[in-house]
C-alpha cells in the first residue's frame, strides 16, 4: 500500500476523543488517518533476532565513532569518508 502524505488539515483529539478512540475498529481504508505516540514494551528475547528490522524505528542522528552502527556499516563509512568508495581508475 502506498499513498501520498498528507499536507495540512491536522487537527488534534481531545482528551474525550482520545478516551473513546477503538483504533481496531477503524478500517483500513477509512477516509480519517491516526498517527499514533505510543509507549511500547518490547521483549528482550526478540531483540537479537530483529534487530536488522526494528518494531518501531525511531529518527536519530547516528555518530559514525559511536557504537551505534554494524562493523559492515563502518567499514563503508569509512571507506565513504576516506574517498576510498569512488576512486576513479588510473
Known amino acids: 500500500m502506498s ?4 499536507e ?4 488534534w483529539l481531545t482528551d474525550d476523543e482520545i478516551a473513546n478512540l477503538d483504533i ?3 478500517a483500513d481504508d477509512a477516509s480519517e488517518r491516526y498517527i499514533l505516540e505510543v509507549d511500547l514494551e518490547y521483549p ?4 537479537e533476532c530483529q534487530n536488522h528490522y526494528p518494531l518501531a524505528p525511531e529518527r536519530a542522528t547516528v555518530n559514525i ?9 563502518e567499514q563503508l563509512a569509512a571507506k565513504i569518508f576516506t ?8
Do not use: R
Open 3 to 6: 499513498t501520498a502524505l498528507p
Open 8 to 11: 495540512g488539515g491536522f487537527v
Open 24 to 26: 481496531l475498529s477503524i
Open 44 to 47: 528482550c528475547i526478540l531483540d
Open 65 to 73: 565513532e559511536s557504537d551505534m552502527l554494524f562493523l559492515y556499516c
Open 83 to 90: 574517498g576510498k568508495l569512488h576512486q576513479s581508475p588510473s
